[in-house]
């Protein structure tokens, strides 16, 4: 079965560049989307199908997808941005959904 | 647009509980409707997708014990969850689903509804 990989933890300093990263076999094949879920909130869809962005979601965070692995990047970390991000896809062959297992990113 | 959720509690293991997802700004008939669960402190699990048809899929964890139904003249979701187990236990999450070409996503989210499953 498919599996998505992240990395349980990410630190970075405020103003600096957080990279989350998700793999999977072959995942460039894919269209990734991510959210972003606060402390006692539901998930937020922040970027669909790779690299869009929602309406109201700021430009400086931003997604990529090639080879094996899809990156959500957050420029300019704010205190704000201090959450647990998923990656997802979807099997349209299988019809369901996929979760990657989380990244809590915490800023320094 | 939103979804508001209701239904959620405490339940016995092998018991029976009804999770409702009201939607509001669109309609049920128009729209694909997943559901998505988050153990305590773990991450978030899909459960399931009910398309505009009506016809739904289910995780294999909840298949033949949890089904999806829909009051389209209220616009109402529901999560009917059987033969509960203490594994069950978690935030359930409605969400409408969104399809794209790449792949279908969550784009709008309940505020979740907690279930416990205890003796």
């Known amino acids: 079965s498919y599996v998505l990989t992240q990395a349980p933890s990410v630190s970075v300093a405020p103003g600096q560049t957080a990279r989350i990263t998700c793999g999977g076999n072959?995942?460039?094949?894919?269209?990734v989307h991510w959210y972003q879920q606060k402390a006692g909130q539901a998930p937020l869809l922040i970027i669909y199908?790779?690299?869009d962005r929602p309406s109201g979601i700021p430009e400086r965070i931003s997604g990529s997808n090639s080879g094996d692995t899809a990156t959500l990047t957050i420029s300019r970390v704010e205190a704000g941005d201090e959450a647990d991000y998923y990656c997802?896809?979807?099997?349209?062959?299988?019809?369901?959904?996929?979760f990657g297992g989380g990244t809590k990113l915490t800023v320094l | 647009v939103q979804l508001v959720q209701s239904g959620g509690g405490s339940i016995q293991p092998g018991g029976s509980l009804r999770l409702s997802c009201a939607i509001s700004?669109?309609?049920?008939?128009?729209?694909?409707f997943g559901w998505v669960r988050q153990p305590p402190g773990k991450g978030l699990e899909w459960v399931s997708v009910?398309?505009?048809?009506?016809?739904?899929y289910y995780a294999e964890s909840v298949k033949g014990r949890f089904s999806v139904s829909r009051d389209t003249s209220k616009d109402l979701v529901f999560l009917q969850m059987n033969s509960l187990r203490a594994e069950d236990t978690a935030v359930y999450y409605c969400?409408?689903?969104?399809?794209?070409?790449?792949?279908?996503?969550?784009?709008?989210w309940g505020q979740g509804a907690l279930v416990t499953v205890s003796s």
């Open positions: 700004g669109f309609t049920v008939t128009s729209n694909y």
């Open positions: 969400a409408r689903v969104a399809a794209g070409p790449s792949g279908s996503r969550f784009d709008l």
């Open positions: 009910t398309y505009s048809d009506g016809s739904s």
């Open positions: 199908e790779d690299d």
């Open positions: 997802q896809v979807w099997d349209g062959n299988s019809y369901f959904a996929l």
């Open positions: 072959r995942i460039g094949d894919k269209g």
